[in-house]
Nanobody, 120 residues
Framework: VQFVESGGGLVQPGGSLTLTCAASGFIFSSYAMGWFRQAPGEEREWVAD????????HYENSVKGRFTISRDNSKNIVYLQMNSLKPEDTAVYYC??????????????WGQGSQVTVSS
């Protein structure tokens, strides 16, 4: 199982970024997928998830209305569109299959992540 995240960077408050996660080593279309993030000195937290095939999504309260998760099962890719970014969104962002309970992960085979820094 492998995840490769990309698309992060430095952005000003109010800006936008789109993260991409390329997944391999498992049957991607059979798993719900999630995005997680870890800020410096903090524990990793769940951000959003999307079901395996019907597009059902869930978001952590602080990102609702600003972030959008989507997936392309033909390419084994999951995206995270982030708009109206705030300094508190600064973190390393990771993806994983979503776990059986809300807000959990499945594999724990973390990639290098993608650094998102929101600062003026």
């Amino acid at each position: 199982v492998q995840f490769v995240e990309s698309g992060g960077g430095l952005v000003q408050p109010g800006g936008s970024l789109t993260l991409t996660c390329a997944a391999s080593g498992f049957i991607f279309s059979s798993y719900a997928m999630g995005w997680f993030r870890q800020a410096p000195g903090e524990e990793r937290e769940w951000v959003a998830d999307i079901s395996s095939n019907d597009g059902t999504t869930h978001y952590e309260n602080s990102v609702k209305g600003r972030f959008t998760i989507s997936r392309d099962n033909s390419k084994n890719i999951v995206y995270l569109q982030m708009n109206s970014l705030k300094p508190e969104d600064t973190a390393v962002y990771y993806c994983d299959a979503a776990g059986p309970r809300a807000g959990t992960y499945y594999f724990g085979s973390w990639g290098q992540g993608s650094q998102v820094t929101v600062s003026s």
